[in-house]
C-alpha cells in the first residue's frame, strides 16, 4: 500500500508539472487527463461515462463533482474550488437535485422531463429511512442509476429499462444478507419472473405490463393518484377494478384487512386465471373462504356453471360451423356472428369481480342466445350438405344411366357397321 502511494504522488506531480508547462492543455478536461492515466478505480469512471447521458449533453466530470477542470494537478479537487469528491449517502441528493429539481435549468434540455425525483424520493420507504434514520442499506439515486453509467429509460441498456428494472431492484431486494435486517421476504423477483406480467413483458415486449416500478413508482413510495399500493391493479384492470369496487368483498376486504386483487391472484405472481378458480372445487380461490352452504359459496357455484354452459355452447357451435366450412359450405357469417358468443364469454369472466350472480348471468344469456343461433345456423348449414349429397347421389345415378345407354348406342352402331361391311 505505501510503495503504491508513493507512486501515485510521483505521478501526479509529474501530470502537475507537465500540465502547467503545456498551457493549451490547461483548458482540457484535466480531470479525464489524469484520471484516465491512473488506472483501476479511480480511471474507470472516465471509460464508463463515454455512454453517459450526461457526456452526451455536453457535461463535464465537474458538473458533479466540481472542481476545477482547468487546473492539471491535484489542487483542481481543492474543496475550496466546491470540489465534492465521491458523494455519499445523503449527498448524492444535492448533487443530483442541483439541477434535476431545478426547473428552469432542465427546462432548456427537455421541457417535457419530471423535476420531482428528489421530492418523490423523499416520500418513499427508501428516501424516508435515508433522511430521518440515517439508514444507508436503502436505494439512492445511484442504486437505481449507476454514477458514470446514467442511460434514459428507454436505452435498452440502462438500469431502468422496463426489461432492466426487476434485476436493478433485486441487487438488493433478491439479497438475503442485504434485506436480513428487515425481516422482509426475498423472493420478489422470483415471483415476478413467474408472472403473466413479465411474460407479456419479456416475452411479447409489451411495454404496458408492468414491472417493479409501474406497480412500486420509481421515486415515490406508490404511483402518482394511488394511496396505497394494493388498489395499483385498477390502473390498467379498469373494468375489474369497477366491478370490484362495488362489490361486497371491496369492503369487507377492507375490514379484514386483506388486500383486493391481491387476495385472489397474488401480487408479485400473478398467473392466468382460469375457469376453475371460480367455485367450490380444490384449488379454486372462493373456497379458501366459502362452503357449499353459504350464500358466497352458492354464489361461486352457480357462476362457475353459467360461464360453463356459456363456454359448452360456444364451442359445440364452433365445432359444428368449423365442420361445416370444412365441407365447403359458406358459413362464414355465422362465424362471425359466433364471435359475439365469446366476447361475452370475456366480459362473464370480468363480470365474476361483481360477485353478483345476476350480473353475470346478464351476460352468459346474451352469450347463450348467440351461441344457440349460430348453432342453429350451423345444423342448417349441415342438413343443405346432407341435401345436397343426396342431390348428388341422384344425379350420379342418372348420369351412369346415360353412359351406359350410350355404350350401348355404340356398341349398337359399330354392330350395324360390321354386318353392312361383310
Ligand atoms: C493530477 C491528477 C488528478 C487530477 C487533475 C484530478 N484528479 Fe481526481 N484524483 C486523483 C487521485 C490521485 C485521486 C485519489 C486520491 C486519494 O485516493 O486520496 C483522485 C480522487 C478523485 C475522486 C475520488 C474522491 C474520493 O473521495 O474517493 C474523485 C471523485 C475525483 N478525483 C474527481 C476529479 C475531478 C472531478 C477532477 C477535475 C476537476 C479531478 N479529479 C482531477 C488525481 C487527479
Ligand atoms: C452525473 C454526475 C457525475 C458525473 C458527470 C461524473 N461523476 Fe464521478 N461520481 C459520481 C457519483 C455520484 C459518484 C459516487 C459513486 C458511488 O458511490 O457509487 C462518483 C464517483 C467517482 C469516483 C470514485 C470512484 C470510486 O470507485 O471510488 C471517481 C474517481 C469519479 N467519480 C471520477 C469522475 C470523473 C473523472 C468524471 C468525468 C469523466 C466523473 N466522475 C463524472 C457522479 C458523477
Ligand atoms: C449538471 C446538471 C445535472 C446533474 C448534476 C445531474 N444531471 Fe441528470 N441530466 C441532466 C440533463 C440536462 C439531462 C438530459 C435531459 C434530457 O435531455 O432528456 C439529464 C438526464 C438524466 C437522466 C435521463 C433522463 C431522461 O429520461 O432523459 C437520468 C436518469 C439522470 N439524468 C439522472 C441523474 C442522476 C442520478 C444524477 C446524480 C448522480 C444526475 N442525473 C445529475 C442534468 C444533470
Ligand atoms: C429505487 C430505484 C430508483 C431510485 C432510488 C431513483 N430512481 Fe430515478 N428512476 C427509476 C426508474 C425505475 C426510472 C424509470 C421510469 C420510467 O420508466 O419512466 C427512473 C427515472 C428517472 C429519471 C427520468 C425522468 C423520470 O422521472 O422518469 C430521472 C431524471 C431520475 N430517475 C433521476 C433520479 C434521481 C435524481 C434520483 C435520486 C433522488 C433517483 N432517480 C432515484 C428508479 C429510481
Ligand atoms: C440499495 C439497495 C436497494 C435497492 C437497489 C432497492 N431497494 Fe427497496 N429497499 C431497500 C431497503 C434496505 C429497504 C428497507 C426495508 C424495510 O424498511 O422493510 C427497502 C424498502 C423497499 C420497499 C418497502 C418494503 C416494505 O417494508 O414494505 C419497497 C416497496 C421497495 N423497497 C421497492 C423497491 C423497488 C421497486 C426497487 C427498484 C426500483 C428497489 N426497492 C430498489 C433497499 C433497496
Ligand atoms: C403488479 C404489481 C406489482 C409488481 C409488478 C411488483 N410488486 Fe411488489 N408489491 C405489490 C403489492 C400489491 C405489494 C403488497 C403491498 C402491501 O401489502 O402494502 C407488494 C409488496 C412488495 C414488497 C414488500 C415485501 C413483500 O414482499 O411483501 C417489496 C419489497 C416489493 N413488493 C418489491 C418488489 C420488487 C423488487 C418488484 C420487482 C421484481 C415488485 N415488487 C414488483 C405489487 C407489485
Ligand atoms: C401497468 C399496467 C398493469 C398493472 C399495474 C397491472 N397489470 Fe395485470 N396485466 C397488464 C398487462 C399489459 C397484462 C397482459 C395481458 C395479456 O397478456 O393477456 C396483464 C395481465 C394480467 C392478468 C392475466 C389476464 C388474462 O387475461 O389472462 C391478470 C390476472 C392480471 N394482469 C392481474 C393483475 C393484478 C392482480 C395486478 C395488481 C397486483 C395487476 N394485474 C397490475 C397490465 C397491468
Ligand atoms: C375474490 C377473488 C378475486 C378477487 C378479489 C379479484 N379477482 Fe380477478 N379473477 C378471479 C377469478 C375467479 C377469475 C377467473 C374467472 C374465470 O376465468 O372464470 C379472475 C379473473 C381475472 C382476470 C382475467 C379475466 C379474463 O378475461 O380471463 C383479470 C385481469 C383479473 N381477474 C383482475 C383482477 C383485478 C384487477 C382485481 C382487483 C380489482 C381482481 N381481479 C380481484 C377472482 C378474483
Ligand atoms: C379471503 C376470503 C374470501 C375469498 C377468497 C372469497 N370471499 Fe366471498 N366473501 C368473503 C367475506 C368475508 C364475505 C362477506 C360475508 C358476509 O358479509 O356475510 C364475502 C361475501 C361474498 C358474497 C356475498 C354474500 C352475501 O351474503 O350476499 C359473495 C356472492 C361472494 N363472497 C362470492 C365469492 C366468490 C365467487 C369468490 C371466489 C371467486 C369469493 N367470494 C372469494 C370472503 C371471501
Not at 210 to 231: E, F, K
Not at 343 to 348: I, Q
Request: a negative charge; glycine letters at 10%; proline letters at 4%.
Amino acid at each position: 500500500m505505501g510503495r503504491q502511494r508513493v507512486g501515485i504522488a510521483a505521478f501526479i506531480w509529474l501530470v502537475g508539472l507537465t500540465g502547467a508547462a503545456g498551457g493549451a492543455q490547461a483548458q482540457e478536461n484535466n480531470c479525464v487527463t489524469c484520471h484516465s492515466a491512473l488506472g483501476g478505480r479511480l480511471a474507470a469512471p472516465v471509460e464508463a461515462f463515454q455512454r453517459d447521458i450526461h457526456a452526451e449533453k455536453g457535461f463535464g466530470c465537474v458538473a458533479c463533482h466540481g472542481g476545477d477542470a482547468s487546473i492539471a494537478g491535484m489542487g483542481g479537487m481543492a474543496r475550496e474550488l466546491g470540489f465534492v469528491g465521491r458523494p455519499r449517502g445523503r449527498q448524492v441528493l444535492d448533487v443530483c437535485g442541483r439541477c434535476h429539481s431545478d426547473a428552469d435549468f432542465m427546462r432548456r434540455y427537455n421541457p417535457s422531463l419530471r423535476v420531482d425525483q428528489v421530492t418523490e424520493y423523499a416520500t418513499s420507504v427508501h428516501g424516508r429511512r435515508l433522511l430521518e434514520l440515517g439508514d444507508t442499506a436503502v436505494a439512492t439515486c445511484l442504486s437505481c442509476h449507476p454514477a458514470h453509467n446514467v442511460r434514459p429509460p428507454s436505452d435498452p441498456l440502462s438500469s431502468v429499462h422496463p426489461v432492466n428494472v426487476a434485476a436493478t431492484c433485486a441487487a438488493c431486494h433478491g439479497d438475503a444478507d442485504h434485506m436480513k435486517p428487515y425481516g422482509i421476504p426475498t423472493d420478489q423477483r422470483e415471483k415476478y419472473e413467474r408472472s403473466v406480467h413479465w411474460a407479456a413483458l419479456s416475452e411479447q415486449g409489451d411495454l404496458s405490463a408492468p414491472t417493479c416500478n409501474d406497480c412500486h413508482g420509481n421515486h415515490g413510495a406508490t404511483p402518482p393518484g394511488i394511496s396505497w399500493v394494493g388498489n395499483v391493479c385498477g390502473q390498467c384492470h379498469s373494468v375489474m377494478a369497477d366491478y370490484y369496487e362495488e362489490s361486497r368483498h371491496a369492503t369487507t376486504f377492507t375490514m379484514l384487512g386483506v388486500p383486493g386483487c391481491a387476495t385472489c391472484h397474488q401480487n408479485h405472481e400473478v398467473t392466468r386465471p382460469a375457469d376453475d378458480m371460480l367455485g367450490l372445487d380444490e384449488g379454486a380461490v372462493c373456497a379458501r373462504c366459502h362452503a357449499p352452504g353459504d350464500r358466497g359459496g352458492e354464489t361461486a357455484l352457480a357462476m362457475r356453471s353459467m360461464i360453463d354452459s356459456l363456454q359448452a355452447a360456444y364451442h359445440a357451435a364452433d365445432s359444428l360451423l368449423g365442420a361445416a366450412e370444412n365441407h365447403g359450405m359458406e358459413v362464414s357469417q355465422a362465424l362471425f356472428e359466433l364471435g359475439g358468443a365469446n366476447d361475452a364469454l370475456v366480459t362473464a369472466r370480468a363480470a365474476v369481480h361483481s360477485f353478483d350472480r345476476e350480473i353475470v348471468g346478464a351476460e352468459v344469456t346474451d352469450g347463450l342466445e348467440v351461441a344457440v343461433r349460430a348453432f342453429a345456423r350451423g345444423e342448417d348449414a349441415m342438413n343443405e350438405l346432407r341435401f345436397r349429397r343426396t342431390g348428388l347421389a341422384v344425379s350420379v345415378v342418372i348420369i351412369l344411366a346415360l353412359i351406359a345407354g350410350l355404350l350401348l348406342k355404340i356398341r349398337e352402331v359399330d354392330y350395324r357397321a360390321t354386318v353392312t361391311e361383310t
